[in-house]
């Protein structure tokens, strides 16, 4: 008889943010957020031109005509990114997210960190690492908990709190 293996909740909840960042209409990075409290889905989002806008997949991307390295001018891009898409998703539904973690296929940059430190977010559980040192800066002075996902084979837990910013706090068990 096969084992059966069961995720953990963090590989759980990461492999919903992997499957939810397949949407993107970004040219340059795939990013998908799952917003969770209580080990329940509240929102998802992922990065893309406004509702109704055309995409960069259909338009180009005007950061690469323009040569702006990544985590630049985040003005002079067309997509909102996944977690802002996914705090929109549950203010336009009515879902508080205050005490709830995020679980993002990459470290959210400074603007997704304010966003994130004003809807009440606790925890940010990360897939890859992006480099913005104002956004570990002010989660670090928020005392947001940010962990990066190291899945472990043998026993699917998550490896240790990110080097970028380590705090105290809850944790999805």
């Known amino acids: 008889m096969a084992e059966n293996k069961r995720p953990s909740w963090d590989e759980y909840f990461m492999n919903m943010a992997e499957l939810v960042s397949q949407r993107s209409t970004c040219l340059r990075r795939k990013v998908g957020a799952v917003i969770v409290k209580d080990k329940r889905i509240l929102a998802t989002g992922y990065n893309g031109a406004p509702s109704g806008l055309p995409h960069c997949l259909e338009i180009g991307c005007l950061r690469e005509k323009m040569n702006i390295p990544s985590g630049e001018r985040h003005e002079l891009c067309r997509a909102i990114h996944g977690e802002q898409n996914a705090l929109v998703q549950s203010a336009s539904f009515g879902v508080s997210v205050r005490g709830a973690s995020i679980y993002s296929t990459t470290y959210p940059c ?38 990066v996902f190291v899945p472990d084979s043998s026993n699917g837990q998550t490896g240790d709190e990110s080097p970028i910013c380590k705090r105290q706090g809850s944790s999805q068990d």
């Open 110 to 147: 400074s603007l997704c960190s304010k966003m994130l430190i004003n809807a009440g977010i606790i925890e940010i559980v990360v897939r890859d690492r992006y480099p913005d040192k104002m956004s570990a800066e002010m989660l670090s002075q928020a005392n947001i908990r940010v962990r």
